[in-house]
Each structure stands twice: as C-alpha cells, then as structure tokens.
C-alpha cells in the first residue's frame, strides 16, 4: 500500500515563502487528484489547493495568486509553493491524494481522500 512522505515548511516571517513537497511512494501520482489542506488553530480542516490529472488547478479563494500548487511526474512529487504569507496561516499542512472524479477535485473534498502525508507545521511570525 502506498503512501505520501511529506517534506518542507517550517517558519517564516510575514510576507515570506516557504514550499512543501510531497512523494508518493509505492504509486504514481500524477493520474490522481493531488490536494493540500490545513488545519488552522481554532478552524476546520480547510482545502488550499488541487490539481487534477496533471493538469486543473484549483485554489482557495484567500490563496489565490499567492499559492501555486504543482507535480513533476518525474520525481512522482507534488508541491505546494505559498508566497506573501501571513500570521493567520499558522498550522498544519497535509498533502492528500486519491482517484476522483474532477468534480470532487474541484474544490477537494477531504473525506474522499484515502491517502494522506503526516503533516507538516507551517509557521507565520508577524
């Protein structure tokens, strides 16, 4: 059975970048739904971003523009590059990936999600 390593974060200060990567290992995943969620002190567990076969992006409406989620089929990595971060996105980022339907990758749906990474803290200082 296969599974996502993550690697990536860490703390920045407000306005800085950081990316984070993700393997599959034991399966392929540039033919599923690839997705990024976080979990924010204090809120639900929230999508960031999707990308679809390879190929359709989505983006939460307050990452738009600042986020950038991408796959290099070759390295069967998935990566979620955030710029011009703030405070309030202080927590816990997960990739996850699955065999959807683009209608449920668009937003992604996290209860439909089989495989996940362990996580990985992302801090924001002001």
């Known amino acids: 059975q296969g599974q996502l390593v993550e690697s990536g974060g860490g703390s920045v200060q407000a306005g800085g970048s950081l990316r984070l990567s993700c393997v599959g290992e034991?399966?392929?995943?540039?033919?599923?739904?690839l997705a990024w969620f976080r979990q924010v002190p204090g809120k639900d567990r929230e999508a960031v971003a999707s990308?679809?076969?390879?190929?359709?992006?989505w983006y939460g409406d307050s990452v738009v523009g600042r986020f950038t989620i991408s796959v290099d089929k070759d390295k069967n990595t998935q990566y979620l590059q955030m710029d011009t971060l703030k405070p309030e996105e202080t927590g816990i980022y997960s990739c996850?990936?699955?065999?959807?339907?683009?209608?449920?990758?668009?937003?992604?749906?996290?209860?439909?999600?089989?495989?996940w990474g362990q996580g990985k803290q992302v801090t924001v200082s002001s």
């Open positions: 996850a990936a699955d065999t959807l339907e683009s209608r449920h990758c668009s937003p992604p749906r996290s209860r439909l999600f089989d495989y």
């Open positions: 034991g399966f392929t995943l540039w033919y599923n739904c």
């Open positions: 990308i679809w076969m390879g190929g359709s992006e």
